[in-house]
């Protein structure tokens, strides 16, 4: 390990020591990186023999992360969270807050706590954006990381702490859908991560069980994903009809319209909200979709990103991406 990241960890080590209040906090709508990286992180802070909460939503709509919470719950585990109406019952001036797989203020799954908390640490793996959280004790994002996962594997191994075999099956199943099994973003690094949180125990079967989708829902997307068409050589698009669909189910057909030959960069346009449009784009990694998106004012990974635009139709946002792939083709 390089000092550089001798360094990360250490200064981590000790913002994180010299606090007794601690919260961790994801994006909206978390997914297994963001909220894998929270259980395992939360583990650390444990160790340390320091008080953390992190922060979900009430109702949580992602039903592989539910069938953890029953897990975890089952196996009697110590899980230590905080919902937004009381989170703000806890916060004084010693509070930190450790922001995970985000640098985005409102992308964070309580906006208001950036504001409201003077202590930060940014840990993400997404392309460092213009509008990125600014008031920070300490900043790490790289892109060149597979994941959230990845980093906190390491600092976990750079510790050597051990976690709960669960948690570290939570971390594995974060760490392959970030990389679509392992298809994207994967590096060295990403397998000797892997290969650490099944040292320490992470179930693959366990894994595969939470991984698996409702039969409906999945035939659903493959409904979708026929209607999909090339819109240049290299590049699929896949129109939604006008139902409302969740982020990561737009987010899941691109990924699957990268198994067709001759795809090297997929867009899904679905509306996510009455008024809001959504376009997932995903790539093998010759295509930049970071940059195509954050020119619709989102952004994301070089293979990974997505926008979101409000008071468009469908239509006219299918006809502002076409507009902007012709402009970088």
């Known amino acids: 390990m390089g000092d550089f990241m001798e360094e990360i960890f250490n200064s981590l080590t000790r913002i994180i020591k010299g606090h007794n209040n601690i919260l961790i906090m994801t994006h909206k709508n978390p997914d297994f990186d963001g909220m894998g990286a929270a259980f ?22 992602n039903n592989s992360l539910n069938k953890a919470y029953k897990l975890i719950k089952e196996k009697n585990l110590y899980l230590n969270t905080i919902n937004k109406s009381d989170v703000k019952n806890i916060i004084d001036d010693d509070t930190l807050l450790i922001i995970l797989d985000t640098h985005k203020k409102q992308m964070t799954e309580i906006p208001q706590l950036v504001d409201k908390v003077k202590n930060i640490v940014i840990i993400d793996h997404h392309i460092k ?23 906190i594997t390491n600092y976990i191994k750079y510790l050597n702490k051990t976690i709960d075999s669960l948690f570290s099956t939570f971390m594995l199943v974060g760490l392959e859908i970030d990389t679509n099994n392992f298809r994207l973003k994967t ?23 939470l991984l698996q989708e409702n039969k409906e829902i999945y035939l659903k997307r493959q409904k979708l994903i026929s209607k999909s068409f090339m819109v240049n050589s290299n590049m699929i698009l896949c129109i939604a009809d006008e139902k409302i669909y969740e982020n990561k189910d737009l987010a899941e057909i691109a990924e699957d319209l990268l198994q067709f030959e001759n795809v090297e960069a997929s867009f899904v346009i679905g509306k ?33 990103a997505a926008t979101q635009i409000k008071n468009k139709t469908i239509k006219d946002v299918q006809l502002l991406l076409l507009e902007q792939i012709k402009e970088e083709k």
Do not use: P
Request: some cysteine; aromatic content about 8%; hydrophobic content about 35%.
């Open 40 to 61: 395992g992180l939360q583990q650390v802070i444990n160790s340390f023999n320091k008080t953390s909460y992190i922060c979900i939503n009430k109702i949580e709509k």
């Open 129 to 151: 954006n213009g509008d990125y959280i600014k008031n920070y004790n300490l900043c790490y994002i790289n892109s060149g990381l597979s994941s959230t996962v990845e980093f």
């Open 187 to 209: 590096s060295e690094k990403t397998y000797e991560a892997a290969a650490h949180l099944i040292k320490l125990g992470a179930d693959n079967i366990l894994k595969q069980e």
């Open 272 to 304: 996510i909200t009455n008024n809001i449009v959504g376009i997932s784009a995903r790539s093998i990694g010759k295509i930049n979709v970071e940059k195509i998106m954050s020119k619709l004012g989102g952004g994301g990974h070089y293979t990974e």
